[in-house]
């Protein structure tokens, strides 16, 4: 009799399964150890990542302002400059001070009707953050009078016809998959708007060892053009001779017009002065 009543009391524990409960905004589950918040307006329980001021990011409407931020957030070097007592210090000074001839730029500037505008996001997975990336966007599409021209991702790690699944409204969509070498971790996606003459270029999309480059021209009209181009660097790859050969030659056809060039070239520019590699990239990209 204990025996069968200890069997079924397991077995009938072993058959109860967690609740899963999704975050309404980033639509991923919220497990036992997520911090959780409940949004103030709408009453739904989010990821804490997923809210500003108790208020998810649905809801979440910033500040009515004609600039993007009252107070020079983008210099987070300046601060902490002079506090420290080693050589970091310096080069803490050093990027703090390039950071300080930033200026505001007015949202209508740069989201205008007018005039062209990017924004890049490296989205780490198309598949798993494609819904974080959707919300994440129409949060800071509050207040402009136009949604940037162009969206440039990295490690996007779609394959074959994966892409078809993932547009946004009044976007094309171009696409470079996954490199066929890497199981993730590559992968590149312009959004252009709809109504703007974008052409991807085969002369700047390289798929190398080293990196891969996703480009196209914006017709200007008069026979000008803009080139617009999303890098990824591969952490590891190929050797760093053939890396900035290519690199070089690419950012040399690029820049024949005006250019624009969105990415991550997982390069820490810290170490500057101490790595012959980022003094080798630093030229390459950074000339006049």
């Given at each position: 009799f204990f025996f069968f009543f200890f069997f079924f009391f397991f077995h009938f524990l072993s058959c109860q399964q967690p609740a899963v409960i999704p975050c309404s905004c980033c639509n991923k589950t919220i497990s036992g150890l997520s911090t959780v918040v409940r949004c103030s307006k709408c009453d739904s329980v989010v990821h804490d990542t997923c809210s500003t001021n108790s208020t998810c990011l649905g809801c979440y409407t910033p500040p009515n302002t004609n600039k993007f931020d009252s107070s020079p957030t983008f210099n987070p070097y300046s601060?902490?400059?002079?506090?420290?007592?080693d050589d970091s210090n310096d080069k803490l000074i050093s990027i703090s001070s390039i950071l300080d001839n930033c200026v505001y730029v007015d949202k209508l500037q740069t989201c205008g009707t007018n005039r062209l505008s990017a924004v890049f996001y490296n989205i780490d997975g198309v598949k798993s953050n494609f819904n974080e990336f959707c919300v994440r966007r129409a949060s800071l599409s509050h207040g402009?009078?136009?949604?940037?021209?162009?969206?440039?991702?990295?490690?996007?790690?779609?394959?074959?016809?994966?892409?078809?699944?993932y547009s946004l409204p009044g976007y094309t969509a171009h696409h470079l998959l996954n490199s066929t070498t890497k199981s993730k971790g590559s992968g590149l996606t312009i959004y252009s708007k709809?109504?703007?003459?974008?052409?991807?270029c085969s002369n700047l999309t390289v798929e190398?060892?080293?990196?891969?480059?996703?480009?196209?021209?914006?017709?200007?009209?008069?026979?000008?053009?803009?080139?617009?181009?999303?890098?990824?660097?591969?952490?590891?790859?190929?050797?760093?001779?053939?890396?900035?050969?290519?690199?070089?030659?690419?950012?040399?056809?690029?820049?024949?017009?005006?250019?624009?060039?969105?990415?991550?070239?997982?390069?820490?520019?810290f170490n500057l002065d101490s790595s012959k590699v980022v003094g080798r990239y630093f030229p390459v990209l950074c000339v006049d």
């Open positions: 601060p902490l400059t002079g506090t420290l007592h402009y009078d136009s949604d940037p021209s162009f969206y440039f991702l990295c490690e996007t790690n779609l394959k074959y016809s994966e892409g078809k699944f709809e109504n703007l003459p974008f052409t991807r190398c060892a080293g990196f891969q480059s996703l480009g196209g021209k914006l017709d200007l009209g008069g026979g000008n053009h803009v080139n617009l181009l999303v890098i990824y660097r591969y952490h590891r790859g190929c050797s760093h001779d053939e890396l900035f050969d290519t690199l070089s030659k690419l950012l040399d056809r690029a820049c024949s017009t005006q250019c624009v060039i969105g990415g991550d070239f997982n390069f820490d520019l």
